[in-house]
Structure formats: C-alpha cells, structure tokens
C-alpha cells in the first residue's frame, strides 16, 4: 500500500507531490483570451525585486519566524519601524552598512518581541540560494517580453551584502537597466529614482509598466504617470501585465521541462502504442515533456497528431509490491468517470513493462484552471465563494457514489478506517520520529480514544484539495479531480476536514499555502464551520459536531508526513532541498492538530447535560475518594485525604459529591491531574523558581500546561453567567468552580497550568464582559489559549489605593490615541516574558463625579516608555511573573484600547474584581488542606519524648481546631456560592469571605510550620510560600478594613 511505501526512496512524499506534481493538468497556454486595453503601446516593463522577482522579504520573515518561535510579524514591524529614517530604509540608501544594520535590526526586533531575535539567520536565510532564487514564472515573461522589443528594467530598494557586492542575485543579462536604492542613495517612493530608471531607459512614464508589491512604491510611481500593477502573487499579476501588453507572457506546457536524461522513456515504441490505441495514421514527431516534481510516479505530457495525453508510469528499480500503485489510479478513475464524477478521461492501462519500462496508463490533457493559492487572488469575492461551493459540490459527487454499483466494493476495507488510519500515521510517525514532540505523543494517545461513533463509508479520495481540481476558465465548475493516489473506501469526513486545512495555515506555509491570515468575510470564502454545513446540507446529513476531531485527525496526518520528509532529509534521502525545511515543521502542525484536539474535548464536555445551567440540580451520589496516598515521610507531595466532616456532608452543595455528574467527573479528573502530573513535578519547578532561568517560563509548566488542556482542564473558571452560551469557557457555576478550585489551590503551579491564575482570569473576565470583537480578537483569544499572559495596573505608592478613587495616573485624548502617565507599583505579572498586555486604570477626568473619572485601557506592554522595578514579598520575587513598580511616561495608545468608553473604569474595576477575587478564598481553602494534610501526616510519623508528635494534646487541638476554621471559611464559600443571585446581592459573603479565609489561611498554615519544626520554614515543603501568599493577600485582595468596612456598611444597612 502506499502508506508503507510513503517514505520509500525515491517515492517522494506526497507533501511534494501534492504541492508540485498537480500543475500536470494546468492549462495549456494561449487558451485564455486576452484583451488589450486603450490600445496604448508600452515600451518597457519595470520590475521590482523582493515579492516580485523573488520571494519578498516580508514571505521569508514569515516562515523564518514560525521555525524560530519568534512572534509573528516581528521581522516586518522592525523593517518598517522609523519609516524613511529607520534602520532598514538607512541600509537600503547605503547609509549603514550590513553589520551596522544587523546591530540597530537586531535590537528592536529584541525590544519588540521581548525575546533574542537571531536576525543574522534571518538574514542569512534571506539572502541564501535556496530563498533568493527568481520565480521560474518571471524569468518566462522577461523572455517573452524582450522578445516582443520591449526593454526590461529592474528598480529595486536593495543593500549592499558584507562583501560590499549589491544583492542581486539575478541574471543580469535579462535587464536593459538596473537601478538600486544602495547604488544612488535614493530609495522607492522618492520621485527622482523613478525618473532616474526612465530616464536610462529614454522613456516617457506613459510608456513603461511598473510592477511592485507595496502600495507606496506604486502610488509614487503612478503620480508621475506610469502605469501600475500591484503584485501580490506573481502568476496574478502576469496575468494582468499580459492583459495590458496584449500578448502570451508563458511559454509551451506550464509546469513542464524537457525529459531529464534518466527519465527519458523509449519514444519509439510509446509512439507505436499510442498509434496503436489511438487508431492514428498520420505521423509527425512526438512532443515528450515531463511535468516538474512528478518524482513519486513520473508524469509526461504527450503530443501526437494534435492530440494532448498525460503519461502516468512507475518509477523505474524495484519496488514494494504494493507501492506506486498506477493501477488503483487507473481503475478508480475509471469507475468514478461511469459515475458522473469528473476525472480525466483515463484511455489505457498499459501493464506490459516491455513498452516503456515499466507499466503506465494514460488519459487526456484536461485543459482548464488550476488555482494554486487558496485564497484565489485577484478574484471576486462572489467568484471565490461560487469556487469553493464547486469544491464542496464535487465533492458530495463523489461521497455519493456506490461503490458497489461502480465495482469498487472491494477498493478498500469497510468500517474503523479512522482507526487503521490512526495506526498507520503512527506507525509511519514512529519510523520517522527523530525527537519527542510533546503534542504528537499527546495526539497519538487522544485520537485512538476519541473517535467518532458513526462513519460512513464511501469512496474517499485521501487529499481532496483545491489544487487537486481543474475548474473551467470561465464558470465556477470542476471539469476534472485529479490525484487520486490516496484514494480508499473510508470515512468521507476526512475528506471533508482535508479540504479545509488551507483554512487553518497562514499564506506563509510552505508546501501547503493557506489563508489562516485573511478575513475570510471579506475574500468571501465560506469559513471552515459554514463549509462542513454546507455538506452536511448538500448529503442530507445531520451537521458535524465533530469536526474538530476531524481536523485533529488531517492535521496529524500531515504532521506525521513532515517528519518523513524531514528524516529523509537528515539521512540526505530526500530528493528535494526544501524537504528538511518543510520537516521542521511537523511540530507547527502537530500543535494546530492539538489544538482541534482541545476544541473537540471542550465541546464534548459542553455538551454534557445539565438539566438547568444556573442552578445545578445536586446528587448524593459520591465515589470513593482517590487511593492516591503520599509516599515517604519528607513528600513534598502530601494530599489531603478525605475528611470525615466532608465525607458526611452527602449531597451538601459545599461537598463534591453535590456536583452534577459531568462536573463531578471534571473534579475527579483534576483531582486525578493533580495527583499524577502537578504534585509531582513542583520540586522540579521550584528548582527552576530558585535558578538563574527563573525569569523565564518553566519548560516543564509548558508541557502541563499541554496536558491539562489536553484533559479538558482549562479555562475552567470563567462563570456561566458571564459566558451563558460556553463560548470561551468550560461553562461552570461559581459552586462548581469552587470545588475544582480548592483543588487547583492545593499547589502553587496548578492554577497556571489550568490557565485559571490571576491576574489572567480577572483580565480574560473583564474582557468576555465588556471588550469589544476586535479587543476579543486580539488579547482574549490568546490570554484563553495560554499563548500570552496579562497584568493589571491600578495601585499607585502615592496614594493610599485600596480607594480606588484615589488614584491618579492620567489618561488624555491627543489625536487618535490616549497618552498616559503615571507611577504604579506591585503590578503582578508584569515581568513575565509572556506577558504581552497591562490592563489600566488612569482618570480621563479628574473633575467628572467621583466614580466617573476612572477609566481604563487595554496597553500592549511593547508600547515604548514601560520603566518597570522588581519588587519582593518577604524577599521572594515569584518569578517569572513578579510584582513590578512600573512607570507609564508618555505612552501612547490607540483609541480603540479604551474599554467600554471613558469614564467608566470604576464600573468595570469593581465588575472584575467581584467574582475574580473570591477565586483566591477558594484557593486558601486549598491551601489550608494541603497544610493540614502535611502536618497531620508529619505529626504521625514524627516522634519527640518517646511518642509520636500527634499523641500531644497540644497537637491534637491544633489539628481540630484547623479542620473547624477550614470548615468553619468553606461554609462562608459556599454561602456565598450559594446565592445565585448575583455579584451585586452576594456582596456581603463577598466581603465576609475576603476577610476570613486569608488569616483562616495564614492561621491554619502557621500551626502545620510549628507542628514541622524548622523543616516548616524551609523550602522542601510548600508551607513557607503557602504562609507568605495567605499574607499577602490581605492586602492584594484588599486590605481586611476595606472588607470589614463594606460589611459594616452593609450590615448596618439591612440587618438593623
Ligand atoms: C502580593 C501583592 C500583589 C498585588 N498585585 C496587584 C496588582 O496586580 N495590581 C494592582 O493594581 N495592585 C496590586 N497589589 C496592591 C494591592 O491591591 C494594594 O496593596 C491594596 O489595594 C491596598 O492598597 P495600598 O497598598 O495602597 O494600601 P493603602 O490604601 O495605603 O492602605 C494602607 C492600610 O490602611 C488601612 N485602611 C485602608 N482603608 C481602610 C479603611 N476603610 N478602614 C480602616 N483601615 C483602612 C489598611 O490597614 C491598609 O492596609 C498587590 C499587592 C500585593 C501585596
């Protein structure tokens, strides 16, 4: 079978194949009718450089930062910051030189990040062989246009390499005139180097075409009269040049070159087949070309007596049996052509090896269009949609054949071809593997254990893609589906999910190009949700819940073959250059797969019934508690076990065993996380807290975070009636949050790894809440996906904060931005690398009503003039996050930041500081188990004048007495938790929570260090941070008084 053969040199996979090998079928040239415009005769054609005549920079940055893990679009804003007098626009005037500009480049693509950019290899890369290579398609339309009599010219912004030689790297001969930027010190938009490029043509404006890819260049160009065509995809824009010059700018077959020594075939003989088959008499040579990258099976493209044929042929040496199979090609087509599905037209299957070496079929020339760039440029936005609703249409065809009534019964196995397919990837991923990829280990785990109830099977065609389609030049039709290699009987789903893996890549992808960095409303094309409707529509089928899955599925599956590709290229098998660039990206893809995984476990667990989302109902149902059990006397790791006061409380709403059964299970399965992943690992992570690293994130708080996600342990805590429809979050009531976050309390890293820590969850709260779409877009997505991290701004040393009206750093409208400045301090969070937003709070008015001063704007913590001072909480700096002093000095920041609108900051602070602070209450209560659970394990095993610790009067009071207070804090919880009718009527438990569960804590937490002895202190148990967080937080969480005030106020009001 193919799968085996996959990566069986010289089969190239069919990453290659696919990404080369379809243009077979492009359209012959001339066949596109051309008009001339105004009748204007041109007399030269100007080209730009980078993104015209070779990749843009702009392209490469994209891909070099994605197998760097630098932050998307770092290498574009630095190249563009300063405008005229940046860095970038100094080299291209020659003004610095290449290690001056690497110096001043690289520093501000570090400032920007936050992170070292190696941007020697960036440039390196840029300027390399591989990357700095003219599109074959250009080096075409020269030739055809200085055949034609026109001159060609190249005017480019270029720099001067270290070796004081202009990059250039270019046939020369091609160009009557050659201008750099670096040569006269002049750069594009300026005037005088246009007129400089004309004037050593000897033409007028009118006479020449430029062609760029960057609006400013040609606006510039087009005020002095020359005409214009922005290139954003070189075949597009050639297209439009042969419109305007009104001739053929391609040559002969696209995608052809003539036959290479070692794939030549016997000619002779081929003739005398084709005569034979074809029934011709007339004679005339053959015409022989081979189809680039055909690699996998070789493919010629054939004319004899005007008639245009494909030749598809094994590969020549020996080969496992069941590999290239031509044959399958041949009969599938065949019997799918009999069906109306449309397929070249496929003429003869030649098993004679005696003709041509080895056994080929051949079928028609399918003249048509080949859309190469999913994102179909230079098209209507109506045209785009008609194209992918043709996609869509084709491709029920073909999942509506019978299989039985075509004879391909037997074409593949019936049922579980998820599962084998699943096996084979593995398989084949294992073979390959060359390091541990963390979310490949977690998908091959995932999948097996998620797959869908119900496949249907049908044909299936195994890569159904859009460049695997010839569609008619004028009308949104398919007229044929090519490619048919990976073709089986299976479940048509796949299919589906495969057609939308462009929806996922960004346009930078090499190999498979996608469109995951276009606004899809405006290409119109349908989005990947509305295009799986649409077929369910179409089939008559239910719609797909699970497509997620499916996605997970098709992306592992590409995954799997980029490190094929990959391997080979280390063992030097591989046939292309390009394999080992595109096999570093296995782990790219294997993280997008991850991600539907995620996705589909949240939706699965969405879709667990609850009878009403508000108000739970409760069961008394309990299940044993966990056998976990500590080990060794010094465990760092000692859980609480269960408690006798919580085992007897039954179905109470402040027990676990209240939880609905979805919930329920939740809480087991984080129990179970806790036990397994977190606990364990904190020695490794404190360690990491006390080394010269801590200022960076913990590799090891990365990979769990991966799994929780993986366990659908994440975003738990965002409150179902801030998010009724689940959209961002695991949907859960203050109750049940309470249960999974007195769990998560029990260590210190856990509510990271389950992406429920503060500052984050009031941020990710404030923002579901009042954000806008495009705020939502820009930092609630990736603050729910664990990418970035947040802070919030709002206590100021200079006035006594806990007043929140006090405060005053100023926000002041200038032009269309907001400047700020002010002095902050024990800001946490805001020295973590990851952390990308600071959420403020300044007054826009210092004069409007006490409470409508405030206001408060979403900052990107790159906007300049950020001087941030660690501070420590009795000598700990908590790294990598902290606790800065911060000063804002003259920032500035979009409108568009401010949330909701000004005035408003007050209303907004005291929004996210309702729900989001008793999640610390529910974590002391987790603290103060693990405490006692500590102690009472010590207290057990510890002996002191002859008995052990815990047969100590003293000892034994103090453990009662901690089991109470911890009791005694929960009820005030779950009191609170209770009252469902709000933030605004529960704020008396607010308060009375605030103020008992952090001394509770501290008081609980004291008696567990005394009953340890000095060991209490230390840092081989977590009771010292646990007492200095328990501290702190009566003042983070506001001070006691404040709590106590709002109680008096409260109580005096309605209790007299
Ligand atoms: C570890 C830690 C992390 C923090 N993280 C953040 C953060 O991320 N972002 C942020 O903006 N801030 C943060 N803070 C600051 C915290 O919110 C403030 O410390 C708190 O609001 C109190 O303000 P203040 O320090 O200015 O004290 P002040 O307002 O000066 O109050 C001082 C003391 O006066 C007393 N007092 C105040 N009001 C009353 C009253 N009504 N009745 C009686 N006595 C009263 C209290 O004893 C109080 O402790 C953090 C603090 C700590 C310790």
Redesign the pocket.
């Known amino acids: 079978m193919y799968v085996r053969s996959c990566f069986q040199s010289p089969c190239l996979q069919w990453v290659w194949r696919t990404a080369f090998l379809k243009h077979t079928q492009r359209r012959h040239q001339g066949s596109h009718q051309w008009t001339r415009l105004g009748g204007s005769t041109y007399r030269a054609v100007i080209f730009d450089m980078g993104g015209v005549l070779i990749p843009s920079p702009g392209r490469v940055a994209a891909e070099w930062e994605v197998q760097n893990r630098i932050p998307s679009g770092t290498i574009l804003k630095a190249l563009m910051e300063g405008g005229e007098n940046g860095p970038w626009m100094r080299f291209m005037r020659a003004e610095i030189t290449a290690e001056g500009f690497l110096r001043e480049f690289g520093r501000l693509c570090s400032e920007m990040s936050k992170t070292s950019v190696p941007v020697d290899s960036f440039f390196s890369l840029l300027t390399s062989e591989r990357v700095a290579k003219q599109f074959p398609v250009m080096t075409e339309a020269i030739t055809q246009i200085r055949a034609k009599g026109l001159q060609t010219a190249v005017l480019s912004n270029n720099f001067y390499l270290p070796n004081q030689k202009s990059f250039l790297p270019l046939d020369r001969k091609q160009f009557d005139v050659i201008v750099e930027s670096c040569v006269e010190g002049i750069c594009k938009p300026d005037p005088r180097i246009y007129k400089l490029c004309l004037e050593r043509l000897g033409l007028q404006p009118s006479e020449s075409i430029f062609l760029d890819d960057l609006g400013p260049n040609l606006k510039a160009a087009a005020r002095l009269g020359i005409h214009t065509i922005k290139v954003n995809d070189p075949e597009t824009a050639l297209k439009e040049l042969e419109a305007l010059l009104g001739f053929t700018l391609r040559v002969g077959v696209p995608n052809t070159r003539p036959v290479k020594k070692m794939m030549e075939i016997p000619k002779d003989s081929l003739e005398k087949y084709l005569k034979d088959l074809l029934g011709i008499q007339t004679t005339g040579p053959l015409e022989l070309l081979q189809f680039d990258h055909g690699q996998s099976n070789p493919t010629y493209y054939i004319r004899l007596a005007n008639r245009d044929l494909v030749l598809r042929k094994k590969p020549p040496g020996t080969l496992l049996p069941s590999a290239h199979a031509i044959e399958r090609e041949f009969r599938i087509m065949k019997a799918l052509a009999n069906a109306g599905v449309p397929v070249p037209n496929v003429l003869d299957l030649c098993e004679d090896s005696s003709v041509i070496g080895t056994p080929f079929y051949v079928m028609e020339y399918c003249p048509g269009l080949i859309y190469k760039d999913p994102s179909l440029p230079g098209l209507e936005p109506s045209h785009r949609r008609a194209i992918y609703t043709a996609m869509n249409t084709v491709l029920c065809k073909i999942h509506s054949v019978d299989p039985q009534a075509v004879g391909l019964e037997d074409y593949g196995k019936q049922g579980d071809y998820i599962l084998r397919q699943v096996r084979t990837w593995v398989k084949q991923y294992r073979a390959s593997e060359t390091s541990t990829i963390p979310a490949m280990e977690r998908l091959i785990e995932w999948l097996p254990l998620h797959l869908p109830c119900q496949q249907r099977t049908t044909v299936v065609h195994g890569d159904f893609r859009l460049d695997n389609l010839v569609f008619h030049p004028e009308k949104p039709e398919v007229l044929a589906v090519l490619d048919w290699e990976l073709s089986t009987l299976g479940d048509p789903l796949a299919d589906v999910a495969c057609s939308c893996l462009a929806h996922y890549l960004p346009s930078s992808f090499p190999v498979l190009r996608g469109f995951n960095d276009c606004d899809l409303t405006q290409l119109g094309i349908p989005a990947a949700e509305e295009y799986f409707r649409m077929y369910c529509l179409q089939m008559g089928l239910p719609p797909t819940e699970n497509w997620n899955f499916y996605m997970a599925f098709s992306f592992f599956r590409v995954a799997a073959v980029l490190q094929g590709v990959y391997k080979q290229s280390l063992t030097g098998q591989a046939s292309s250059t390009c394999a080992e660039q595109t096999g570093k990206l296995t782990e790219f893809v294997s993280n997008l797969a991850w991600d539907f995984a995620v996705k589909e476990g949240f939706r699965v667990f969405k879709e667990m019934p609850f009878k009403n989302p508000l108000t739970r109902s409760c069961h008394t149902w309990a299940r044993p508690q966990s056998q976990w059990c500590p080990t060794g006397t010094r465990s760092y790791s000692s859980v609480p076990e269960a408690s006798p006061a919580h085992t007897s409380r039954g179905g109470l709403v402040i027990s676990p065993a209240s939880l609905s059964p979805p919930v329920r299970e939740l809480y087991h399965r984080l129990k179970h996380f806790m036990e397994q992943c977190v606990y364990p690992a904190e020695p490794e992570l404190q360690s990491h807290q006390a080394s010269a690293a801590r200022w960076s994130p913990s590799p090891l708080i990365e990979d769990l975070k991966e799994k929780a996600k993986a366990e659908g342990l994440w975003n738990l805590f965002l409150p179902l009636e801030a998010d009724p429809e689940k959209k961002y979050g695991a949907g859960l009531t203050n109750v049940e949050y309470a249960h999974l976050s007195e769990l998560m309390g029990m260590s210190l890293y856990a509510p990271e790894v389950c992406n429920c820590s503060?500052?984050d969850t009031g941020n990710m709260e404030l923002l579901v809440r009042y954000g806008t779409e495009a705020q939502k877009a820009r930092w609630l997505i990736p603050l729910l996906e664990g990418k970035v991290r947040s802070?919030?701004?709002?206590?100021?040393?200079q006035?006594?904060?806990?007043?929140?009206t006090?405060i005053e750093a100023s926000i002041r409208e200038e032009d269309s931005f907001y400047v700020i400045n002010g002095h902050?301090?024990?800001?946490?969070?805001?020295l973590d690398p990851r952390c990308q937003l600071c959420v403020f709070?300044g007054k826009t008015d210092p004069h409007a009503p006490r409470h409508r001063q405030q206001s408060v704007l979403l900052v990107p913590m790159d906007t300049p003039g950020i001087k941030i001072q660690p501070l420590t909480?009795y000598g700990l700096e908590?790294a990598p996050g902290g606790?800065g002093e911060v000063r804002f000095e003259h920032l500035r920041v979009p409108k568009e930041n401010m949330v909701l609108g000004p005035g408003r900051g007050f209303e907004i602070a005291q929004g996210r500081l309702g729900p989001g602070r008793i999640h610390h209450c529910m974590r002391l209560i987790g603290f103060s188990e693990r405490a006692l659970a500590l102690m009472k394990a010590h207290v057990k095993s510890r002996v002191a004048f002859g008995k052990p610790l815990v047969e100590q009067g003293t000892v034994l009071a103090d453990i009662v007495q901690s089991r109470v207070e911890i009791e005694q804090a929960r009820l005030l919880v779950a009191a609170h938790l209770m009252d469902l009718a709000g933030n605004k009527a529960a704020a008396l438990d607010i308060a009375m929570i605030k103020m008992v569960a952090p001394s509770m804590a501290s008081r609980v937490i004291d008696r567990a260090i005394q009953a340890f002895g000095a060991a209490g202190l230390s840092s081989d148990y977590p009771l010292a941070q646990f007492f200095t967080?328990a501290r702190?937080?009566?003042?983070?969480?506001?001070?006691?008084?404040?709590h106590?005030?709002t109680m008096a106020m409260l109580e005096l009001k309605h209790r007299i």
């Open positions: 503060a500052p802070c919030f701004a709002m206590t100021e040393p006035v006594a904060s806990s007043d929140a006090n902050k301090w024990w800001i946490t969070g805001i709070m909480v908590d606790h967080w702190a937080l009566r003042f983070a969480d506001g001070p006691d008084e404040v106590r005030a």
